[in-house]
């Protein structure tokens, strides 16, 4: 139970990031993606931090592949945080390893959600699938931009180790999903626009995971399967958000394709493409009387 309300503190938080404009490669894992209004409001002085509660409801299959796909609704906390160096926002928690005109150097976190196996036909007899939690590096690459209009192109590096949520944690391998982050502030009267896509690659050990089925758990209609390192297939996402006085409104919507991954021949692998959305909610409680000069 612990671990799980810790995943689903996790996802939440990613979703905060992710509705905003951010949300997530969701369910393989969630992260943060487009982060809208990101740097376009420069010199605007905004509480140094703000508090908050809410709800989200997403749509997600089991896991990237999968043909069974769980609705859920998690408590959405709106926290924002703009520190020097630590900051929580439209990008998600992170610490600011390097920051500079064009580009930035910060902390990447993921989430990924469990699956019951008796919940899921293409799992039937295997053990559960644990959830997990990614963090490593990530460099930010300005390609364009433009204050006036307000927009922003980025390239987002992200790489991250992947660690099951589990009793006894394990190393469950590495991640690399480059990208192209579009943000584009106040459209249609206030809302906050983000596009991303990009290709996922992974090693060895983290496709097997997800897809590899080992001979004890290999049947007539699931033969045994080992994945290999490599493409993971390409995602891509839009988001928006708005603030409306003290409420928060956002959502997204994400299509997943898994089409020349190298695992697509895995018997686990039920759907080579899936669409996945969300809608979120919060309202501010609190904030801080100290103002600071913010860019989100």
Do not use: C
Request: aromatic content about 10%; glycine content about 10%; cysteine-free.
């Amino acid at each position: 139970m612990k671990i799980r309300i810790a995943i689903a503190t996790a996802i939440s938080a990613a979703l905060l990031a992710g509705f905003s404009g951010t949300a997530a490669w969701a369910a393989g894992p969630v992260e943060a993606g487009p982060d809208v209004d990101a740097g376009l409001n420069p010199g605007v002085p905004r509480p140094l931090w703000e508090l908050g509660v809410g709800v989200a409801g997403l749509r997600l299959p089991d896991y990237r592949g999968s043909d069974q796909s769980r609705s859920y609704v998690l408590p959405l906390p709106y926290i924002v945080y703009r520190g020097t160096w630590l900051k929580a926002d439209r990008d998600g928690a992170r610490a600011l390893l390097f920051d500079s005109q064009r580009v930035k150097v910060d902390v990447s976190v993921a989430a990924s959600t469990p699956t019951r196996s008796s919940d899921n036909s293409a799992r039937a007899g295997m053990p559960n699938l644990p959830g997990t939690f990614e963090l490593g590096p990530n460099l930010n690459l300005t390609l364009a931009a433009s204050l006036q209009d307000r927009w922003k192109l980025d390239l987002r590096l992200p790489l991250r180790a992947a660690i099951s949520a589990q009793r006894s944690p394990k190393f469950v391998g590495t991640t690399f999903s480059p990208n192209l982050n579009l943000d584009v502030g106040v459209v249609g009267g206030g809302w906050n626009l983000g596009v991303l896509t990009g290709p996922l690659f992974a090693d060895r050990r983290y496709h097997e995971h997800f897809y590899g089925v080992d001979a004890a758990y290999a049947s007539a209609a699931r033969p045994a399967y080992r994945a290999a390192a490599g493409y993971a297939g390409w995602q891509a996402l839009g988001a928006t958000s708005r603030r409306f006085g003290n409420m928060w409104v956002g959502g997204f919507v994400r299509y997943d394709s898994l089409h020349g991954a190298v695992f697509q021949d895995s018997p686990l692998v039920r759907r080579s493409s899936a669409l996945t959305f969300g809608l979120g909610v919060s309202w501010i409680l609190a904030t801080s009387s100290e103002l600071v000069a913010s860019t989100d």
